[in-house]
């Protein structure tokens, strides 16, 4: 998009429509916001700021009559995936300033919220109506959006850890202008809306998470009421990840374990827990197996670590407990529960503890565990932020910004049926393929669903390092290729590869079809899982 | 739709793509499908008998070529909503043919399965594999198709209970005759197609169920393993039903209580166990509710009967049966639980036991017992057939077939929320409206999710009464119309109302610009949820 005469004319009605405040053409705001964990070529020529829904009816409506095309965002912490960077040149719709928490059920156990709602707003809104409800938090920062996170399907870690799976009733603004509720809420006075998924007649929600067909300006996201008991574990295993898989889905799968495990490598824990070792290895990149296998025993990290919690009456994560103690036995070398009396704990002493931890004879793996106990209770945290900054030779700064701080993050995201046998392909190859082009495998697998896990592979470098952008996207494009021809398709893309959503053939065209129906001139988002 | 020379010719076609045997204009073939458990307009004009996913794509290429509308159908079991009738004439295309089981996981808990598979062939199927996984069976025929049943989002027992939450891998043929896989079915070797609903993009499955936007012609069903312990339970309550929706509500909530519980109202246990009665009426109807008091009395029938059962583990049964009793206590009358002995006891004397209770002098909600056991496990029955024969004054064939034997019969299903209040509100206006019109309020309560009930209301009679159709229907759409105006709007609709559907204002302008771009020719199922 060329700063024509188009956008001045736009922008000057957008300023008379939201607001001069809400307008920003400022050149250090642009530079900031084009700057995403890798490189992006794609630039956003201005920020709206609108405040409401009807705001953004207006933004998209002005967009249509200039034919400018925009972007939204919610809170813009896509990190890894392109922060607020938009696929093609836009104006960004910043919808930061939609932050309003519309609607909340204790007794149905929902909220209805808008995607400037952050996961720490949600928290201490519940913390503040003394809710019995958990939310669920991924492990990113307390600053993400949850409607942002939900519609590009991330997860947590608690039984509702699959977002998209518990969200409905989503009002979207759709790029005509005009606005929708999915699902039974397009019904004046229908009750069920914020209930129930389908509505009546073809679901559409389906339509607006990983695309660019509408603006969802809110939604409502199922809680889960606190559980009678929860009993935290973290295991450590020098063993083969395939057979604890194994050894974990029949419990999946039966609801004896009703949240999402996640597995990590060791180069997961040691990047999670501390920065690159300049010292150990000399100043060389990447950490070769062979001085990670040191460093392993050094710092006592096992190949393999894995958390996860159980959740549901005394009685239940007793038995659960017991049940995943014999499952693992003979596949882990080391299994720790954290019960309510030692989550407490934890808690109250998080500070000291960590200082405590942070003595390199401690066992690096413990290090995050404070963190992880937060969030298998739902509460969002910090805690996870710093391993943006694995690679870089200054500490991680008390606030930490990955964009500005050049930070290099590029998450490769495959889905793989929940077996031994697919995870050991994906992680072999991702630690194959990772180290041959000078990174680290960084690995975490989560075990989603009863029937499917994600690997959240992490490309982690320094941006300031010359040719390690192009190294990176490099090593992201073959990786992903290597994975789509195994049968392991990304479940998300980062804004610089959505040519992986291409559908060949016939899918592509149903969802180029629907793209045109619903936005003739290209207005939101182009470019963005669009199928072409 | 008239018999014209485009309606020949296209036969022509289809009988030369088909074959002869699978296109039929035969008179009585073509009676027999016309006819639903109500009264419709639309005909159909004939059938066609595909048998594979490339016959299904070519009769709907010819359709286009001809401009001849094509109404699909699945086994055509859909009692009370329409059967077989299409909304506007067209040319039926009944799948029965289509009933292939393509793929079976054992280890991953799936099948996929054509629209012909009807629950009793996937239940034989299952037997057959000696698998240790359970269907879920929803209460009306084992003839009834499996993907038929899920695209209507219908429902049945069990935690998979609510079948199109737990369906994914759709393939569908599209309006003009290409196809399409939903979800990550589509990328070329990807193993996680049956694994997962979302996919990579927008998600297109929802599209595709309640819908005219395409013809599946093969899904993936999620399958549950047996768990280790099972105990169904029954209660009677002769007091309001609302106090026992709020009691139940935290335990579906919080886990104790996964599968889809069940309440029926007394006419409900009566009809579901018998006939009308005639004699106690003196051959009057609707039966009143003083006369219904007195027969409740004497069949030991109570207000409101509820089912459902506990799955898990032997200790996680065992708690929850205790949490269950602690619930209901106060109000319910008496809560009865079949443990696995007397489940399989149930199983192995079923037919002496129907007989037995079969005495007037037994507690008619018992009988229901042997196929609710079934239901609760995952069994298809036919046991609840009958009592589409309620008003009939002649007895239930061996061999039931409501539409030939014109029993009347119409679903009022509204959605509310899972509250006793909300429940009270709807099954109050059902019974006040029912009776009004002249029709017994036969209502069954399901806690289908943790936060929402659907109330199927059937307006049962006989067809062979003159102006019971049409008293029938305006009952229908009378208790429709004020259900929505309180704000309970129906899960789904018959064919005869689907402009219920209809969207008003942007809402219903999507759908139809969805539609015009995927079905430009209008060809696929017409009128059928279409928003217009």
Redesign the interface.
Known sequence: MTVGSALTDALAAWRETLGADAVSCDAQVIQGVNVATFQTTARAAAVLRPSTHEDVQQCVRLANRFRIPLYPISTGKNWGYGSRVPVRDAVLLDLGRLNRITDFNE????VTLEPGVTQRQLYDFLQAKDSRLWMDATGSSPDCSVVGNTLE?GFGHT?MGDH??HACGFRVV?PTG????TG?G??P????G?????G????????????N?GIVTKMTV?L??A??SVEAFVFQADKPVGPIVDAL??LR????L?GVMHIGNDYKVISGSGQYPWEATAGKTPLLPKTMATLRRELRIAQWSGSGAL???R??VK?AKA?LGRALRGHVDRVQFFDERRLNLFRRIERPYRSITGRRDLSRALQLVPQLLDVLQGKPTAGFLGSAYWRKKTPVPAAPDPDADRCGLLWCSP?????GK?VTLVTDLAIEMALSYGFEPIISVSLL????TISTIALTYDREVAGEDARAMDCYRALTDRL??????????NVASMD??N?A???G???Q??R???DPNGTVAPGR???R
């Open positions: 007794e149905l156990a929902y399907r039984p998209c799976s759709l005009d606005a929708i509720e039974f397009r019904f006075g229908a009750i069920s914020p209930l129930s998924r389908w009546l007649g073809p679901a559409l929600d389906g339509l607006f998470s990983q695309s067909l199922w889960m009421p559980p009678e889905r029949p799968m039966n609801g004896l009703r959740y549901g009456t009685g239940q038995e049940a889905v793989a049926p929940n077996t697919d669903t009863e029937r499917m789509l021809e195994r049968g392991y398709p990304p479940y998300r893309l992986y959503a559908g053939g016939a899918y065209t149903v969802v079809a629907i045109t129906a619903l899982y669009d199928g």
